[in-house]
């Protein structure tokens, strides 16, 4: 088995290399009394490290801003709804120094490394009435290679309800290409972003995919009923491209609290998370600089969650019981990774983040993909992710789920379609993840807002799927992090392998 590893990807295809070459263009910065300054004259005079400053309250007053500057840093964006600022500094231990001159905050950490492979007020966006949504029946040219879909009865929900325009799902992911033609009747420029360095960029060279990852996870949810290539599970509603991963393919912390920042206060009511948080892929709240981390991702989550966001998130790629974790190998992925004994108190961002929607894989012989992490209360329902090894069936030949990809970037198993556009068969929990994330579209195209509500829904309609019977089809692919046989816990309702079940498109708009 090749090993799943964050420098390859995020929850994607096990080989997947993440490389992007489009950097963001120059921002003004918000908070650092210097209008106009852009993110390279800001890293030109504070140097390239980039820290996360969590402050005890909401809210980062003047004083702290001034605080930071005092101290030798320059803040790069301000975020006191939830009480975080994005500074950098070249001040060697401005970090100890800051905490020394402010006492309002909570915990300081360098971010150099830290990517991510997840009181708050509820002043994001309003709420907007959610027009009807539209039926979408029948199939574009690629439809008989869409097994995923069949097995979900994503084309018996569509047939009824194909989403709404007006609902709009955040892809937090390495951008999308908005010129593949599955994709531009879709996309919703005026929400899609660059959050690259921390600092929110809509010029759409910014989020523009190079890799594929964020293309491929966007066609699942949202790929139009236009009579080309295939169909997303939510081909009526918009989608927005939120590009977090940087050129290296490493999610900084900065990055993905701007993404979530970014998703709460524009009205984005769902998103689709398929990474974890570098270079720790257990971030660990007993530790100061992790617990920083930690705790800024999860207050920003929060912050969308408040303001009506659906947050979806994949389980991993490491075979490993999220529940009981006890070692780690994996980290830091971002130079030598060493072995290190863990806990409980430690935790995959954003899968494990309170509210967020977790996601484990499976293949077309319905029983968990050998490779999809799992775990009691980390995973809420199971989806495609496809499964080349087990679950090769005359359905899905090599096991794989097929979506768009960008017709420049490399694909080790493309698909062209006759009208020239281009697909890509990948498998993974980020192919998984996708799935629920267009679902969970579907329900708000409904009428549902409300996350919890969707959740619930989400659970309830699942088909429920027992433990496999047959556990020793996974004794060759023992945990990555521990080397634990792989074993699922509990009964058909709820069970660390398939959460409440598998998501059923058709259950949860009511049909």
């Known amino acids: 088995m090749q090993r799943f590893t964050k420098r390859v990807a995020p929850f994607g295809a096990l080989a997947l290399a993440i ?35 969590l402050y005890k309250a909401n809210g980062v007053s003047g004083a702290s801003l001034a605080a930071v500057r005092a101290a030798g840093g320059t803040v790069v964006q301000a975020y006191p709804q939830i009480g975080v600022a994005i500074v950098k500094s070249d001040r060697g231990g401005f970090d100890a120094a800051l905490r020394a001159a402010d006492s309002s905050i909570q915990g300081a950490a360098s971010t150099a490394g830290f990517a991510v492979a997840v009181e708050d007020d509820n002043s994001g ?83 523009m995919d190079n890799n594929g990852h964020g293309t491929h996870t966007a066609g699942t949810i949202a790929a139009a009923k236009n009579g080309i290539g295939m ?13 977090a991963g940087n050129d290296d393919g490493f999610f900084f912390p900065e990055a993905v609290v701007c993404a979530f920042m970014w998703a709460g206060t524009n009205g984005i009511q769902v998103t689709n998370n398929s990474y974890f948080a570098d270079p720790w892929l257990f ?34 790629n490491q075979s490993d019981d999220l529940a009981h974790p006890t070692q780690d190998v994996t980290s830091p992925d971002n130079t030598t990774p ?99 994330a267009g679902v969970a579209a ?23 799927m027992d433990c496999p019977a047959d556990m020793s089809v996974y004794a060759p692919f023992p945990a990555t992090d521990n080397g634990a046989p792989q074993v699922c816990q509990g009964g058909s309702s709820y069970n660390g392998f398939n959460g409440h079940g598998q998501v059923n498109a058709l259950r949860a708009v009511g049909g």
């Open 442 to 464: 579907l329900v708000v195209s409904t009428g549902v807002s409300n996350p919890g509500t969707v959740a619930s829904r989400i659970n309830t309609t699942a088909d429920t």
């Open 231 to 243: 169909v997303g599970v939510a081909p009526n509603v918009k989608i927005a491209g939120i590009k």
């Open 283 to 316: 971030n660990c709240k007993n530790d100061p600089t992790q617990r920083a981390i930690w705790e800024a991702e999860r207050r920003a989550i929060k912050f969308a969650q408040q303001n009506g966001t659906t947050v979806v998130a994949s389980a991993g």
């Open 19 to 53: 490389g992007l070459s489009t950097a963001a263009a120059p921002a003004a910065l918000s908070a650092n009394g210097q209008p106009g300054q852009t993110v390279e004259q800001a890293n030109a005079q504070a140097g390239s490290q980039t820290y996360i400053v």
């Open 125 to 207: 966006a309003a709420v907007a009435a959610i027009a009807p949504g539209t039926p979408a029946p029948g199939d574009d040219s690629l439809a008989a290679l869409q097994w995923d879909m069949d097995q979900i009865q994503a084309p018996a929900a569509r047939a009824i309800n194909g989403g709404s325009t007006s609902v709009v799902v955040g892809d937090i992911d390495t951008g999308l290409d908005h010129t593949h033609p599955d994709l531009a009747p879709n996309v919703d420029f005026s929400r899609s972003v660059s959050c690259v360095g921390g600092v929110p960029n809509t010029d759409p060279a910014a989020w």
């Open 338 to 436: 060493v072995t290190r004994d863990i806990t409980n108190a430690c935790a995959v961002v954003p899968v494990e983040v309170p509210g967020v929607i977790g996601v484990s894989a499976n293949g077309n012989k319905l029983i968990k993909s050998f490779y999809s992490s799992y775990g009691v209360g980390a995973v809420s329902v199971i989806a495609p992710g496809g499964d080349s090894i087990l679950q090769q069936t005359a359905a899905a030949p090599n096991g794989r789920v097929l979506s768009a990809w960008p017709s420049a970037a490399p694909c080790a198993r493309p698909v062209i379609d006759p009208s020239g556009a281009t697909y890509c068969y990948l498998q993974g929990t980020s192919m998984a993840g996708p799935h629920v």
